[in-house]
């Protein structure tokens, strides 16, 4: 009896966390939204990555961003958002993964594949051979 207690607790609990981090996704989402409506938009597919530490930002949530369009076509951010709500973006051609305080695109080293935020956010990446613009939109 008490071990289906146990279980069942954790399921509600398993169950709460996963409709939280949901919840939280979708509220940035939207917020996305009314900050830059020419680029994020409420059919867009946005990705929770995971969390990095900066020295100057504190905890950056890291989110990616996949908007369709006509044709097939895609277009894809990176979207930080920083404790002190400040929220940064740049264009990019794949989705990354987080690996400590580093973010690792799927390109060869040589052409660029990383963002280190350990001292603050680049006003500038090399990503897959092109210098990408990291905007603050607040």
């Given at each position: 009896?008490?071990?289906?207690?146990?279980?069942?607790?954790?399921?509600?609990?398993?169950?709460?966390?996963?409709?939280?981090?949901?919840?939280?996704?979708?509220?940035?989402?939207?917020?996305?939204?009314?900050?830059?409506?020419?680029?994020?938009?409420?059919?867009?597919?946005?990705?929770?990555?995971?969390?990095?530490?900066?020295?100057?930002?504190?905890?950056?949530?890291?989110?990616?961003?996949?908007?369709?369009?006509?044709?097939?076509?895609?277009?894809?951010?990176?979207?930080?958002?920083?404790?002190?709500?400040?929220?940064w973006q740049?264009?990019?051609?794949?989705?990354?993964?987080?690996?400590?305080?580093?973010?690792?695109?799927?390109?060869?080293?040589?052409?660029?594949?990383?963002?280190?935020?350990?001292?603050?956010?680049?006003?500038?990446?090399?990503?897959?051979?092109?210098?990408?613009?990291?905007?603050?939109?607040?």
């Amino acid at each position: 009896m008490q071990s289906r207690i146990r279980f069942f607790l954790f399921i509600t609990c398993a169950i709460l966390c996963l409709f939280s981090c949901a919840t939280q996704t979708e509220s940035r989402k939207h917020e996305l939204i009314a900050l830059e409506p020419d680029f994020f938009h409420a059919e867009d597919d946005f990705v929770y990555l995971g969390d990095i530490e900066s020295l100057s930002c504190g905890k950056l949530k890291i989110y990616f961003n996949e908007n369709i369009f006509s044709n097939n076509r895609a277009a894809y951010r990176l979207v930080l958002f920083g404790e002190d709500n400040s929220v940064w973006q740049c264009k990019v051609g794949d989705k990354p993964r987080i690996d400590g305080n580093v973010i690792v695109f799927p390109y060869e080293q040589e052409f660029g594949n990383t963002i280190s935020i350990n001292e603050s956010i680049p006003s500038e990446v090399w990503l897959d051979g092109e210098i990408v613009k990291v905007i603050k939109i607040r």
